[in-house]
């Protein structure tokens, strides 16, 4: 079951009610009412004001998804204007691409040609994310995407990075979201591919003989209409459908509450390219056998194994850790960086108590520092990191 609420929940609330129980719910169009997107993007009748978006934004590059063309587990992409998108929409053409993963807020607010006012603000259920957080202040890249697609683009099965949270808004158009909890992952896997995770692409189409268990998952298939919000909570694999043409906001984010499920998930996927690689384990301790120092291959393992994970899943142990410390200390209110135009600070009114945030890491930092691939001492810079968050975690 989804809920749906018409008047936005307090942090509290939202906390209590979805956060903490891991349940998705839908929210009014009043959480999002101050927003100049819901206006400057829309014309007669919430139609979708392609010249306005055209004028504006036209001249930035976008990623576009072909949803009519599979390959692999997605969808073929390519670099495109965003205006050559426009015209070929407008056109009547191009009605199976999707632009995806966008990151417009970023671009707009890091850039020196023009000054743009935000077309939207983080609702403030969803301030308490240390995904944006550390990346707005530490790296050029986040977690904040515009979409844009045609009716009946798509978006296929997925569970989001490392089991994080995603909220999404409809600007203009209607959604289609069919969502799993996590206790029916077990039926979406491929007979044979439950160890690489291989699910079914679309769950309109699925091989009864390649999936012979996915007649038992039951999905809460839910509609999102203009101006609603929707939190897709931790871990649920998910698939989206656009209903009518459609512009939608959306964000990955994590925090405490969703912290060792996010642990949880990244060692899963350490293990997994550690069995994907085991070749060039045994080569690299045969060819150092002989070595001064046999076990100095583990330091180059280690490395290997961290660059593949950041390179399939956006980051790895380091990028972790340090992104906990940030929380840690924005939380204790110690000096940190802040990009105010990225992501200003986040009260403490609307996070959970030092307490049980420093509750919610302890276990991860114990469990982390015992692992048996000691990356602790074999990733450079990770033991500094890792005895900062020793250290506020006494605090």
Known sequence: MCDRVDSPPCYSEFLQHYLLPNKPVIVGPALVGSWPARNLWTGAEGSI???????????????VADCSTREFSDQRREKMLFR??????????GQSLYVKDWHLARALATSTSSAHEPFYTTPDIFRDDWMNAYYSAHTEDDFRFVYVGAAGTFTPLHRDVYTSYSWSTNVCGRKRWWLFPPEQTRFLFRKGGEEHMETAYDVRHVDKEAYPLFEQARPIIVEQGPGETIFVPSGWYHQVENLTDCISINHNWCNSVNLPSLYDSMCAKVLGVEHALEDVRELLSHRSADAADPDAWQQ??????????????????????????????????????????LWPRTPPELMPSLEFIKARVKPCYDDFIMRPQREVA?????????DNVRSLLGE
């Open 300 to 341: 180059e393992w280690v490395s290997i194994v961290q660059d593949v994970v950041e390179k399939d899943a956006g980051w790895n142990w380091a990028t972790f850790w340090k992104m906990i410390l940030h929380a840690l200390r924005l939380a204790i209110n110690k000096p940190c960086p802040i990009h105010e135009q």
């Open 49 to 63: 004001d392609w010249g306005f978006l055209k004028s504006e934004y036209g001249h930035f590059e976008v990623t």
């Open 378 to 386: 074999l990733v450079a810079g990770l033991k500094e990191v890792l």
């Open 84 to 93: 050559n998108v426009v015209d070929l929409w407008t056109a009547g053409e």
